[in-house]
């Protein structure tokens, strides 16, 4: 097209953008302000986090001790949503290859 040379300019610096979202994947956040959870997955929509929860104890009617792990709670967050980042997960460091190329 004859257009203006500066709309081809913008539209690669929009697409150079790496991180779209403010939280990724295995992004471990505060939640509640005492709670943890880990980002599991990352869309435009939401976050999804996982949050561990507390582990019921109690005694039978024969005092047997019990102790029951319920299943984890997943909950959506905005992507960009501004909370509390503890730790971003590490990239993985790659191994040296035999010839001494590196491999992923």
Known sequence: MNGN???GELFGLVLQ????????????IRVNGNKLG???????CAAVVLVNRRAR???TRFDKP???QPSPATFRISANSETEILNRGTRKQRKPH???KEVA
């Open 5 to 7: 040379g500066g709309q």
């Open 17 to 28: 953008r790496r991180h779209l979202f403010r939280l990724r994947v295995n992004d471990v």
């Open 38 to 44: 880990r980002v599991i997955r990352v869309n435009e």
């Open 57 to 59: 104890e109690f005694k």
């Open 66 to 68: 019990v102790r029951i």
């Open 98 to 100: 035999r010839n001494g």
